[in-house]
């Protein structure tokens, strides 16, 4: 079966990274490339922010850090954000979440203080005994302390004022180091929230960080899928799993080889819309695993190996998570390995 075609635009991804740069003026701008870089590759996308001048990555887990560490060779810092103490000996930088990690390790490392998130990191009370007593410190050299905010993407949301007291706070209370703050919204907030390095993510892959305002950041992803067989029915015909979708009129359908399986969601079920020779089409019937259908009666052209764009300028990430209650992220990271990926250089 044809399969579809994911083109990843590198060059969009240095742009963006370049342009979070511009605005966080009072630090470094780190490339966060966990999740194989949120689905789009990170054995791609992290040398090209290298080649830019990119010199911090962050990434969730260990193993993905000596992967990563494969694709760049020496030099630039990999984080591992949940990694525990281990992670040294593969030259990765860990970030230390508990005691008992600090306790554990000896060299550079990084300190992530809770200021609520209550997810990883030291809470206020493990803090308060940290600066009582010191001595789990050492041997331990500070390159950053850092904290995450939890509703960096609603500006006007309190917890992100106290976030930024209490980050404030903690630190004055540890030995002097570089601290990190924002993640992609974050830079969007203002000096509160600037720090020695921010840790964007998703607004390099061209998600937007100020959700409600058009997005300031440039568009990296284009899905096109290729149609196997184009059908006409009648009106009354059902389309797809559970007839779900009854033509009102004779109807020329489309199927087009992707689906769930791909990471399009079964749960955008009647609401996507597709690209097709410059027209929108709508998405009809059910999502199946490796098949959707759409109505192109007004597109009498269309025809077996046209391309159908889902992902686009006309329909991107966010718009089509907002299809089915969930976020960029999501849709990004489930894309799935079966489509050819084209990387636009840098
Ligand atoms: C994922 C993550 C980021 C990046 O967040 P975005 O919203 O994608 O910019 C930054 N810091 C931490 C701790 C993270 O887990």
Redesign the pocket.
Known sequence: MPQGLLTIDLGAIVRNWRKLGAIHSSGAVAG?V?ADA?GLGAAQVAPALRAAGCKHF?V?QTEEGVRLRQSLGEGPMIAV?GGGAGPREAGLTPVLNTFDEIRAHRGPAILQLDTGMARLGLDASELESLARDPSPFEGVELLYV?T?LAV?DEPSHPLNARQAERFAEACGRLPPAPRSFA???GIFLGDRFASDLA?????LYG?N?TPGHPNPMEPVVRLEIPVLQVRSIEPGQTVGYGASWTAARPTRVATISAGYADGLPRAIDGRAKGVIRGATVPMIGRVSMDLITLDVTDVPEAAPGDMIELLGPAQDADALAGLCGTIG?EILTSLGNRYERRYLPA
């Open positions: 966060v966990k949120y962050f969730a954000l850092m995450h960096a993640n992609s919204s840790r964007p993510g998703c607004a998600i960080p992220y």
